[in-house]
C-alpha cells in the first residue's frame, strides 16, 4: 500500500525540487490540467496546453520524480508499436516540516496504544484486587464448610476472567478498525 502523503524535512533536497516544480508554469499547467481530466497521455497533454512535447515530457519526468504524478496501469500502443503510458495525479499530500518528525497517523496510533495500556494496567489491578477478595471468602468457606469450599473454588475460578486482557484486546480491535476506516478515508 503506498502512503498517502509526501513528507519532507526543509533539508531533504525533495523540498527544493518540489518549490522548484510548483514554480514552474508548464508543471502547473500539466497539474491543473491532470486535476481536470482522470488520466492523459504525454501528447494529449501537449496538444490540449499547446506545449512542445519536449517540455511537457520533461515536466511530466520531473513531477513523476517528487511523486506529485503517477502513471497509470492503462496505457495504449502507438502505431509504430511503442507502449505509450497515461498520467494522473497521485493524490498526495505534501507534508514539509522543519525536520523529520513521526507522521500524524503514528502518533495517533502511539498515543492510543499507551492510553489502552495504562487503562488495561489499571484493569487489572482492580481485579487482581478483587480476586484476592474472592481469595479470602474462598479460604472462611473452606474453614467453615470444606465440602462447600470446593464448589464456591469452582464458582470463584470460572468469574476470575482476566478483565484487562478483554480491555487491551478491545483497543487492539479499535485500533485495526480505526486503521483500515484511516485507510479507506485516505483512498
Known amino acids: 500500500m503506498s502512503k498517502k502523503y509526501i513528507m519532507v524535512s526543509m533539508d531533504d533536497e525533495r523540498a527544493g525540487k518540489i518549490a522548484e516544480i510548483l514554480g514552474n508554469k508548464s508543471s502547473k ?67 514539509i516540516s522543519p525536520k523529520k518528525r513521526i507522521s500524524p497517523v503514528i502518533k495517533s496510533f502511539l498515543s492510543i496504544a499507551i492510553i489502552s495500556t495504562i487503562l488495561a494496567l489499571i484493569t487489572r489491578q482492580l481485579t487482581i484486587t478483587k480476586e484476592l477478595t474472592a481469595d479470602k471468602i474462598s479460604q472462611e468457606i473452606v474453614a467453615g464448610a470444606s465440602s462447600l469450599a470446593a464448589e464456591a473454588q469452582n464458582v470463584f475460578t470460572l468469574a476470575q476472567v482476566p478483565i484487562w486482557i478483554w480491555v487491551w484486546l478491545g483497543t487492539v480491535i479499535a485500533l485495526v478498525i480505526f486503521a483500515i476506516v484511516n485507510a479507506r478515508s485516505n483512498k
Open 29 to 95: 499547467k500539466i497539474l491543473d490540467f491532470l486535476s481536470e481530466k482522470n488520466e492523459a497521455s504525454e501528447k494529449e497533454i501537449a496538444d490540449k496546453l499547446k506545449m512542445p512535447i519536449n517540455t511537457v515530457e520533461y515536466n511530466l519526468n520531473k513531477l513523476l520524480h517528487v511523486e506529485l504524478i503517477e502513471k497509470t496501469k492503462n496505457f495504449f500502443w502507438s502505431q509504430k508499436g511503442k507502449k505509450i503510458p497515461m498520467y494522473k495525479l497521485s493524490n498526495k499530500s505534501i507534508i
